[in-house]
């Protein structure tokens, strides 16, 4: 589900937007060359290292902290997700399949990962071809949760995504802070870890759910996603994307209590991404057309045609307008 | 009279002499103007005493203050100002992404509230009273939830609430008071911790 | 105390204004609700800060300051732009019409800043919600319960699995 492959023209570009920054002076250069190995190194660690740790994330006024396991063994790897604030919640990932546990409402939502990563997991193995679209370089060290730190910027080269600042620990090069940043200098929202510690030997259990039995009375709630299975609907097209944005992925999903599936579409730039999704019941926007945005996500719902069309994604408020505009039925592929 | 006007009417209590008038305002932009300088001046004890010493700045500038302007427009440049020499005395450089134009001075706000601090405590407190006031906000009664969040959130004046609301401007302003002090009576315990707290 | 909820509102006339400044900073009462009525607008606003002795500090600092002197000016007089505020109203009373069917643009905003969080949880509805769900699957700021517990009930006979 992650952006593996490249296509090979933005691979180029990639390298055109480096050719360019290191014109730019040696001093430059040398920050520009430092910034792509960090980036590399940040992008393998979160597949290889085992982690656990207590994260804050904070957002357009929210902040609420999580405790993070991941636990790589067997070629595989788990995670576990517990909220530490509000209702408990508890998300448990293996591979890409993913079990929301709500605690207090006794409810097991059963998903699978379709948007790809997430933090600290946040760089793809390819960081390099992200040149194309953010200029990228290391700049100081620093300290995050006590451990001595590389900062990596990668700056938007358009309006049309965030900047992103990562703090990647030197040790192992695992991303221990991120920082999305708009185009007035304002940080739009940051997860930082508090304490972590990194590489150590961890059980599988500790990446499973906290609560092995004991399930009875629960309200189990399965998404049900499954690949493509368009069959004869209509797919809905963005006329415009950002540059770079391509396609990674198309699912359908169940939505609970509704029997006509939802499309959703992934598209990202190997860093920021959006999604949308097209609802084939219209009745359930009900005037909530509009946008609305928290921490760095944006959601803008429209309708088009019969169908509701939600826009859901980590970009400026006027970009992923401009893709939501944009939309238009297409004939499908 | 309006927001502008009563800063102006503080200032020139201020300018009279009168300290405790200033006070006033610092109480009302304490916390928008070290938000702001915390985008030049990262760590938030620093951001703290930079504030301090802003406002003691535009204190001592008050007898240049000919009110053409807004006050926070001009409390703003000398906090920018202030940050800066901070910032070169150190031998630091203020960052560029952070200098944001004057214009936007009276823009300054809706940003979340946890971006700058970065330490885990002040994230903790600015959390609480974050979560005390929405919970405050969840337990009020629809009309005077609603009341003030046009007021706070949408900025707009006591004739536009009771135009929405259809209901007199006495109620639209006896509606934003109850909802207040509801808040404040649940915020209290979170502020009032200083013994010596002079309010 | 009412007053001074109207007063840093600018709801009040000049003469009742000027009076209610006067006793703000008089009355213990009225200093403490000015100075929390403002906690409330700037964390409503997005602009939490913790509890802290900033003012304390402040107050002890200016009372080591000598007075400045300040020659008498004037306070300008709403004119043109109190009339140009009247036009803002119209644009104001649109805008909430939308806000109202729950949509959220907000036109005194530049585009890219980011909503207060108050705002953008209310008026998002489930709608957003779900979505925000849906594509921020595993950063638990977005997971939320609500959305099973709108669903329909199932049989929860296969939870036992779904735990394995």
Same mark, same amino acid.
């Given at each position: 589900?992650?952006?593996?492959?490249?296509?090979?023209?933005?691979?180029?570009?990639?390298?055109?937007?480096?050719?360019?920054?290191?014109?730019?002076?040696?001093?430059?250069?040398?920050?520009?060359?430092?910034?792509?190995?960090?980036?590399?190194?940040?992008?393998?660690?979160?597949?290889?290292?085992?982690?656990?740790?207590?994260?804050?994330?904070?957002?357009?006024?929210?902040?609420?902290?999580?405790?993070?396991?991941?636990?790589?063994?067997?070629?595989?790897?788990?995670?576990?997700?517990?909220?530490?604030?509000?209702?408990?919640?508890?998300?448990?990932?293996?591979?890409?399949?993913?079990?929301?546990?709500?605690?207090?409402?006794?409810?097991?939502?059963?998903?699978?990962?379709?948007?790809?990563?997430?933090?600290?997991?946040?760089?793809?193995?390819?960081?390099?071809?992200?040149?194309?679209?953010?200029?990228?370089?290391?700049?100081?060290?620093?300290?995050?949760?006590?451990?001595?730190?590389?900062?990596?910027?990668?700056?938007?080269?358009?309006?049309?995504?965030?900047?992103?600042?990562?703090?990647?620990?030197?040790?192992?090069?695992?991303?221990?802070?991120?920082?999305?940043?708009?185009?007035?200098?304002?940080?739009?929202?940051?997860?930082?870890?508090?304490?972590?510690?990194?590489?150590?030997?961890?059980?599988?259990?500790?990446?499973?759910?906290?609560?092995?039995?004991?399930?009875?009375?629960?309200?189990?709630?399965?998404?049900?996603?499954?690949?493509?299975?368009?069959?004869?609907?209509?797919?809905?097209?963005?006329?415009?994307?950002?540059?770079?944005?391509?396609?990674?992925?198309?699912?359908?999903?169940?939505?609970?209590?509704?029997?006509?599936?939802?499309?959703?579409?992934?598209?990202?730039?190997?860093?920021?991404?959006?999604?949308?999704?097209?609802?084939?019941?219209?009745?359930?926007?009900?005037?909530?057309?509009?946008?609305?945005?928290?921490?760095?996500?944006?959601?803008?719902?429209?309708?088009?045609?019969?169908?509701?069309?939600?826009?859901?994604?980590?970009?400026?408020?006027?970009?992923?307008?401009?893709?939501?505009?944009?939309?238009?039925?297409?004939?499908?592929? | 009279?309006?927001?502008?006007?009563?800063?102006?009417?503080?200032?020139?209590?201020?300018?009279?002499?009168?300290?405790?008038?200033?006070?006033?305002?610092?109480?009302?932009?304490?916390?928008?103007?070290?938000?702001?300088?915390?985008?030049?001046?990262?760590?938030?004890?620093?951001?703290?005493?930079?504030?301090?010493?802003?406002?003691?700045?535009?204190?001592?500038?008050?007898?240049?203050?000919?009110?053409?302007?807004?006050?926070?427009?001009?409390?703003?440049?000398? *906090?920018?100002?202030?940050?800066?020499?901070?910032?070169?005395?150190? *031998?630091?450089?203020?960052?560029?992404?952070?200098?944001?134009?004057?214009?936007?001075?009276?823009?300054?706000?809706?940003?979340?509230?946890?971006?700058?601090?970065?330490?885990?405590?002040?994230?903790?407190?600015?959390?609480?009273?974050?979560?005390?006031?929405?919970?405050?906000?969840?337990?009020?009664?629809?009309?005077?939830?609603?009341?003030?969040?046009?007021?706070?959130?949408? *900025?707009?004046?006591?004739?536009?609430?009771?135009?929405?609301?259809?209901?007199?401007?006495?109620?639209?302003?006896?509606?934003?008071?109850?909802?207040?002090?509801?808040?404040?009576?649940?915020?209290?315990?979170?502020? *009032?911790?200083?013994?010596?707290?002079?309010? | 105390?009412?007053?001074?909820?109207?007063?840093?509102?600018?709801?009040?006339?000049?003469?009742?204004?000027?009076?209610?400044?006067?006793?703000?900073?008089?009355?213990?009462?009225?200093?403490?609700?000015?100075?929390?009525?403002?906690?409330?607008?700037?964390?409503?606003?997005?602009?939490?800060?913790?509890?802290?002795?900033?003012?304390?500090?402040?107050?002890?600092?200016?009372?080591?300051?000598?007075?400045?002197?300040?020659?008498? +000016?004037?306070?300008?007089?709403?004119?043109?732009?109190?009339?140009?505020?009247?036009?803002?109203?119209?644009?104001?009373?649109?805008?909430?019409?939308? +806000?109202?069917?729950?949509?959220?643009?907000?036109?005194?905003?530049?585009?890219?800043?980011?909503?207060?969080?108050?705002?953008?949880?209310?008026?998002?509805?489930?709608?957003?919600?779900?979505?925000?769900?849906?594509?921020?699957?595993?950063?638990?700021?977005?997971?939320?319960?609500?959305?099973?517990?709108?669903?329909?009930?199932?049989?929860?006979?296969?939870?036992?699995?779904?735990?394995?």
């Amino acid at each position: 589900m992650t952006v593996r492959h490249f296509p090979r023209r933005l691979l180029l570009s990639g390298l055109c937007g480096l050719l360019l920054a290191v014109a730019a002076g040696p001093g430059r250069a040398a920050a520009v060359a430092d910034g792509l190995s960090w980036l590399a190194r940040a992008g393998t660690a979160a597949r290889n290292v085992n982690y656990t740790g207590t994260y804050v994330y904070s957002g357009a006024g929210i902040a609420e902290s999580a405790r993070v396991t991941r636990v790589h063994a067997g070629g595989g790897d788990a995670e576990r997700i517990e909220s530490l604030d509000g209702a408990r919640r508890e998300i448990v990932r293996r591979g890409d399949e993913i079990h929301y546990f709500f605690l207090d409402s006794k409810t097991v939502r059963v998903d699978r990962r379709v948007s790809g990563r997430s933090f600290p997991d946040i760089v793809p193995a390819n960081g390099a071809a992200l040149a194309a679209h953010y200029s990228i370089e290391a700049g100081q060290t620093d300290r995050v949760a006590g451990r001595g730190v590389q900062v990596i910027r990668l700056r938007a080269r358009d309006d049309d995504r965030f900047s992103q600042e990562i703090w990647a620990d030197l040790q192992t090069g695992l991303p221990l802070k991120l920082r999305v940043i708009d185009s007035q200098g304002e940080i739009v929202e940051q997860i930082a870890f508090t304490e972590v510690s990194i590489g150590e030997r961890l059980s599988p259990k500790q990446a499973l759910p906290s609560r092995r039995a004991g399930y009875a009375g629960w309200t189990v709630h399965n998404a049900i996603v499954s690949d493509p299975a368009v069959g004869g609907q209509p797919l809905v097209e963005p006329k415009s994307l950002p540059s770079g944005f391509r396609r990674v992925s198309q699912v359908s999903r169940q939505w609970p209590g509704q029997d006509r599936p939802v499309i959703q579409s992934v598209y990202s730039d190997g860093l920021a991404s959006l999604s949308i999704f097209v609802d084939p019941d219209l009745s359930k926007l009900a005037g909530h057309e509009g946008y609305s945005q928290r921490g760095a996500l944006g959601v803008y719902s429209r309708s088009l045609a019969d169908r509701a069309v939600i826009t859901v994604g980590q970009l400026p408020a006027a970009a992923l307008r401009k893709v939501a505009e944009s939309l238009s039925i297409g004939a499908g592929r | 009279m309006s927001d502008r006007e009563v800063d102006h009417q503080l200032v020139l209590r201020a300018q009279r002499g009168d300290k405790l008038a200033f006070e006033l305002l610092v109480n009302k932009y304490e916390r928008k103007l070290q938000r702001l300088l915390s985008r030049l001046v990262r760590d938030p004890a620093e951001v703290e005493d930079v504030t301090q010493e802003a406002f003691i700045k535009a204190f001592r500038a008050l007898p240049t203050f000919r009110g053409e302007s807004a006050f926070y427009t001009w409390l703003y440049r000398i *906090g920018i100002n202030t940050a800066k020499n901070y910032l070169a005395a150190q *031998g630091r450089k203020a960052p560029t992404t952070a200098d944001i134009a004057p214009e936007d001075a009276e823009e300054a706000s809706g940003d979340d509230l946890a971006r700058d601090t970065n330490t885990p405590e002040h994230e903790m407190m600015s959390r609480q009273v974050a979560e005390t006031v929405n919970a405050a906000m969840d337990a009020l009664p629809e009309e005077l939830r609603s009341a003030i969040m046009l007021r706070e959130i949408e *900025g707009m004046s006591y004739d536009e609430i009771a135009a929405i609301m259809n209901c007199p401007i006495g109620t639209v302003r006896s509606r934003i008071f109850r909802a207040r002090e509801a808040i404040a009576e649940q915020l209290r315990p979170l502020l *009032g911790t200083h013994k010596d707290r002079r309010w | 105390m009412k007053d001074v909820s109207a007063l840093m509102d600018g709801e009040l006339d000049p003469k009742l204004a000027r009076s209610t400044i006067a006793r703000v900073e008089d009355q213990d009462e009225l200093r403490a609700a000015w100075a929390t009525f403002h906690v409330i607008r700037d964390t409503l606003q997005g602009n939490a800060i913790g509890p802290s002795r900033f003012i304390e500090r402040f107050h002890d600092r200016l009372e080591q300051e000598p007075v400045p002197v300040a020659p008498r +000016w004037r306070i300008p007089r709403p004119g043109a732009g109190a009339l140009a505020l009247g036009g803002a109203g119209v644009v104001l009373m649109s805008a909430l019409i939308v +806000w109202m069917s729950g949509a959220h643009r907000d036109t005194r905003r530049p585009v890219d800043a980011p909503v207060p969080a108050a705002v953008a949880n209310r008026l998002n509805g489930a709608i957003a919600v779900e979505y925000a769900m849906g594509h921020r699957q595993l950063n638990p700021a977005f997971v939320v319960d609500d959305f099973a517990r709108s669903s329909e009930v199932r049989p929860p006979a296969s939870a036992q699995e779904a735990a394995k």
